[in-house]
T-cell receptor, first 111, second 111 residues
């Protein structure tokens, strides 16, 4: 599995957009970028994933650079409930079902 | 539509004992994976079950074993418990090759 690099931690202002960066410079052509988050003491929650096009759903937007070596998860209007550890993971979807978690990015939303 | 459900939510075992954790996958899912998450770390892949067979395995000893039933539910068994086995055990399910969803986990404390 390709590795990803994320900040260890970051703070975001409540009500503002939160931009969470991720580097995945060794990503392969058949690997997707997945984002999960884990609120304290709960199971990881799926947020969004993409291959090369930008994606948006009700939770967030995912912007992937044209060379696919990095991506940004955007939480459009951060709330206190968005405080969590955010994991950026690259994964081959078919034939390999595992997720390789790193330590993630501890995001704290500040009032 | 029920998500991934796990039981029990919390349990305490004595060193040397055996434990069984249970998981029901999200409706329509056929693949179950198990992860171990120690405090302050990201989840680590234990193994994956598909069509009632272990398909992939992470770097865990044979004390960790599992089973998948015809209804796709799964069990994780850990024998000869060590203090270091204390962790959050997460079950995840998917329709093979697609997005993975997690349960809330089972907290195991070994004393």
């Amino acid at each position: 599995d390709a590795k990803t690099t994320q900040p260890t931690s970051m703070d975001c202002a409540e009500g503002r957009a939160a931009n969470l960066p991720c580097n995945h410079s060794t990503i392969s052509g058949n690997e997707y970028v997945y984002w999960y988050r884990q609120i304290h003491s709960q199971g990881p929650q799926y947020i969004i994933h993409g291959l090369k096009n930008n994606e948006t759903n009700e939770m967030a937007s995912l912007i992937i650079t044209e060379d696919r070596k990095s991506s940004t998860l955007i939480l459009p209007h951060a709330t206190l409930r968005d405080t969590a550890v955010y994991y950026c993971i690259v994964r081959v979807t078919y034939g390999n079902n595992r997720l390789a978690f790193g330590k993630g990015n501890q995001v704290v939303v500040i009032p | 539509d029920a998500g991934v459900t796990q039981s029990p939510t919390h349990l305490i075992k004595t060193r040397g004992q055996q434990v069984t954790l249970r998981c029901s996958p999200k409706s329509g899912h056929d693949t179950v994976s198990w992860y171990q998450q120690a405090l302050g770390q990201g989840p680590q892949f234990i193994f994956q079950y598909y069509e009632e067979e272990e398909r992939q395995r992470g770097n865990f000893p044979d004390r960790f074993s599992g089973h998948q039933f015809p209804n796709y539910s799964s069990e994780l068994n850990v024998n000869a418990l060590l203090l270091g086995d204390s962790a959050l055990y997460l079950c995840a399910s998917s329709l093979y090759g697609n997005t993975i969803y997690f349960g809330e986990g089972s907290w195991l404390t070994v004393v």
